[in-house]
């Protein structure tokens, strides 16, 4: 609901402090709670956004119906997920078909976009002052996400990227304080995303998922 999600940029990023457990497992229910805040976040700048929150908030909702389903307990952790469904035939590896939706592909598209986040409030945290968030926004995006899009999906992306709002404006609207508050909050929780980002990696790379269709 409403209530529980994140209202601001710390919190969000709080969220995925919370997913990684002491044994190193990624919480889904945390993770998720991050994406939903991260919607949020998104759908704050502008209707221009909305073709990417469309995308995100479907592929969250598939992973929430996982969370909540008969197979609740299979779902607790990002490792349980990729056990469960990898174990049961449940992944489709060569082409999408009897499990176009599988826990795992969906995923995989979040941690993709995760990169880009990394890369996009590591690039906002330690750029100047004068910089433009359109410009560091396609850096990152050219550096990750960029290369699972087809043409016209990084046409439209980047066109939008332009309707970004100037670093300091953007940083004010994580609603933290003023540019510097922000900054310090991006240097404390950035961390934890590339943790979270970095144990999904070696996790999908040893079972072979990072190719998903
Ligand atoms: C700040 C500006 C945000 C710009 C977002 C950059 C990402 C652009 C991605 C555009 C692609 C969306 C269209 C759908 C593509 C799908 O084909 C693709 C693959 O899925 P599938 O099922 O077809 O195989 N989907 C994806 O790649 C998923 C993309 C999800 C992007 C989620 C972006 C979330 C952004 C949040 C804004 C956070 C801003 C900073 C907040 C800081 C405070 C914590």
């Known amino acids: 609901g409403q209530d529980s999600e994140p209202g601001s940029a710390r919190e969000v990023l709080v969220a995925f402090e919370g997913c990684v457990t002491e044994q ?20 704050s700048l502008g ?5 990417v929150s469309k995308d995100a908030l479907a592929k969250i909702q598939i992973m929430e119906r996982y969370c909540s389903g008969a197979r609740r307990d299979e779902y607790r952790t990002l490792q349980s997920m990729v056990r469960y469904e990898v174990a049961h035939g449940l992944v ?8 176009p939706d599988s826990g795992c592909r969906t ?7 995760l990169r880009w986040l990394q890369l996009f409030l590591e690039g906002l945290r330690t750029s100047r002052e004068d910089s433009k968030t359109s410009a560091i926004c396609t850096d990152s995006y050219n550096a990750s996400l960029a290369r699972y899009h087809p043409w016209v999906i990084r046409k439209v992306a980047t066109a939008a990227f332009c309707a970004l709002p100037s670093r300091n404006a ?3 609207t994580m609603n933290v304080g003023g540019p ?18 970095g144990i999904t990696e ?5 079972h072979e998922l990072l190719d998903l269709p």
């Open 47 to 51: 209707a221009i956004f909305s073709f």
């Open 24 to 43: 190193r497992d990624v919480l889904l229910g945390p993770y998720l709670r991050g994406w939903r805040g991260l919607i949020r976040f998104l759908n």
């Open 92 to 99: 489709d590896t060569q082409r999408r078909a009897e499990h």
């Open 107 to 113: 995923v995989l598209r979040l941690h993709r976009a």
């Open 180 to 197: 510097d508050e922000a900054v310090a909050m991006l240097a404390e929780a950035l961390p934890h995303i590339c943790s979270v980002y």
């Open 202 to 206: 070696e996790l999908y790379a040893q």
């Open 170 to 172: 953007f940083l004010e």
